[in-house]
């Protein structure tokens, strides 16, 4: 497996009018804009050339409005990648990858996934949206030196998860995934294996693309729970469906203590409440 450092080239796309002007707050804008003056544009040549469509493809997927805003590694193969100058507005888009290592030592907005097989990817520093997500893998190993409150895995097969410490894990969501391992080095009595398989004894008319579950941190273990969705279409579990409706149900109860509860009082005292 080869090993180089991707460095990426520095393209300057802010605004000419930003840098205009010498009011106070022209002045206050540029110096808030400062940080973010260039995005990071790499074009990975170790794999295959990304077609229009293809880029369009993985712009929908990811959310990203300018291509500008993505590095990817398109068809990369047998590379050992460290990714050292990325830049907060970059999505990370792994596609067709396949025999990778890939290293992230820099901070990203987003790393995505889809159809690679056998590859490993260390994210050491921050993700911005706290978003990671692969879609389509098999045999994906991904390693979490930095917290992430969101993973989510669709139709991907032998997954592998490993976080530094329970506060790195937020939640993961999975649909369609077959052998889905998660550890955390620092307690490792917690590790578990989920799948369609494991969870289809449990529950009943799941269908396997399209179910999903949440799997986290719940009463000192892993656990994976089905999702939910209310009326509003707003997804959750039934367990914090039902833990939201006691707390409601005790609010309103509360609620209405307050408000005739002294009258109740009064009627106990032998008092005469006349309405105005």
């Not at 590859?119 to 921050?126: A, G, K, L």
């Not at 190993?141 to 992430?148: D, E, K, M």
């Not at 398989?197 to 449990?202: E, L, S, V």
Request: charged fraction near 25%.
């Amino acid at each position: 497996m080869k090993s180089r450092s991707s460095t990426p080239t520095q393209i300057n796309t802010k605004p000419e009018s930003l840098c205009q002007g010498t009011s106070t707050v022209k002045q206050a804008k540029k110096d808030l804009l400062k940080p973010d003056e260039s995005v990071v544009v790499d074009v990975d040549d170790s794999g295959e050339q990304m077609s229009a469509s293809e880029i369009s493809w993985v712009q929908s997927m990811i959310g990203a409005a300018n291509p500008q805003n993505m590095k990817v590694f398109f068809g990369t193969s047998n590379q050992n990648i460290t990714f050292n100058d990325g830049h907060i507005r970059i999505t990370i888009v792994f596609q067709g990858c396949s025999d990778c290592e890939f290293t992230i030592n820099s901070p990203s907005a987003k790393v995505f996934m889809q159809g690679c097989k056998n590859i490993t990817v260390h994210m050491n520093d921050r993700i911005v949206t706290s978003t990671v997500e692969a879609y389509k893998c098999d045999n994906l190993s991904l390693y979490y030196h930095t917290r992430v409150e969101t993973t989510q895995i669709d139709v991907c097969n032998d997954v592998k998860c490993a976080f530094d410490t329970v506060d790195g894990l937020g939640f993961i969501i999975w649909a369609g995934c077959q052998r889905l391992q998660v550890s955390i080095a620092d307690k490792p009595e917690l590790d578990t294996l989920t799948g369609f398989d494991i969870a289809k004894p449990h529950y009943e008319d799941i269908v396997f693309e399209r179910t999903q579950f949440k799997l986290h941190y719940l009463w000192e273990a892993l656990r994976t729970e089905k999702i939910i969705r209310l009326a509003n279409g707003f997804p959750t579990t039934k367990r914090e469906a039902d833990a939201h409706n006691n707390r409601r149900d005790e609010i309103c109860r509360k609620l209405i203590d307050q408000c005739f509860g002294g009258l109740t009082s009064l009627k106990k005292a032998g008092t005469t409440v006349v309405n105005a």
